[in-house]
């Protein structure tokens, strides 16, 4: 299947500043791409998706100006938890999709807010 | 998206089939029926889709009825590389996955 990838696996940063999360689909090119998260002992929550060039579509209950998502190349989006706080501590997953394809997930990121 | 049915939790002695349910009985006429798995602290990983007609893969096969309420995962001879939460979704192809609860599966030696 296809890959991709994330970055960094893991972030510990202390409360108020920003955190950015790289995902890069290696070997295809991702017109869309998702952004998800979860909480321990939990499934998987969509956050976001995002087209190439076009702004993010958020989930009702995500905050868009707390998660601002860019997704400036076929290859590419990113992730940022603003004034991160300690409840924003979570497993953020990216996934990616040629159209009409199927989705293939990355590792995922682990953020701990002190 | 039609909505998923799956049991919580099962288990399956190594070298044995695992058989994973899963019940979509309000799934329409254009929606695939994938599956996927989280290993503890991963992302999820592909595993095999179908929207009719029965599919084998190097992972698993997928058997879906023939009124399409209902299909099983199987896993040929289960590993304790196995061990999972499995997830069975009913999506439209374009859309984003939603994922419900899964069916846990322990592989014992």
């Known amino acids: 299947g296809a890959v991709v990838s994330q970055h960094p696996s893991w972030v510990i940063c202390k409360s108020g500043t920003s955190v950015k999360i790289e995902c890069r689909s290696l070997d295809f090119q991702a017109t869309t791409m998702f952004w998800y998260r979860q909480f321990p002992k939990q499934s998987l929550m969509l956050m976001a998706t995002?087209?190439?060039?076009?702004?993010?579509?958020?989930e009702q209950g995500v905050e868009k100006d707390k998660f601002l998502i860019n997704h400036a190349s076929l290859t590419l989006s990113t992730l940022t938890v603003t004034s991160a706080h300690p409840e924003d501590s979570s497993f953020y997953i990216c996934s990616a999709r040629l159209q009409g394809e199927t989705q293939y997930f990355g590792p995922g990121t682990r953020l701990l807010v002190l | 998206d039609a909505k998923t049915t799956q049991p919580t939790s099962m288990d399956c002695a190594e070298g044995r089939a695992a058989n994973l349910p899963c019940n979509h009985s309000?799934?329409?006429?254009?929606?695939?029926v994938y599956w996927y798995r989280q290993i503890h602290s991963q992302g999820p990983q592909y595993i095999i889709h179908g929207l009719k007609n029965n599919e084998t893969n190097e992972m698993a096969s997928l058997i879906i009825t023939e009124d399409r309420k209902s299909s099983t995962l199987i896993l040929p001879h289960a590993t304790l590389r196995d061990t999972a939460v499995y997830y069975c979704i009913v999506l439209n192809s374009g859309y984003a996955l939603n994922f419900g609860k899964g069916t846990s599966l322990l592989v014992t030696p």
């Open positions: 309000t799934i329409s006429g254009n929606e695939y």
């Open positions: 995002s087209n190439e060039g076009s702004k993010a579509t958020y």
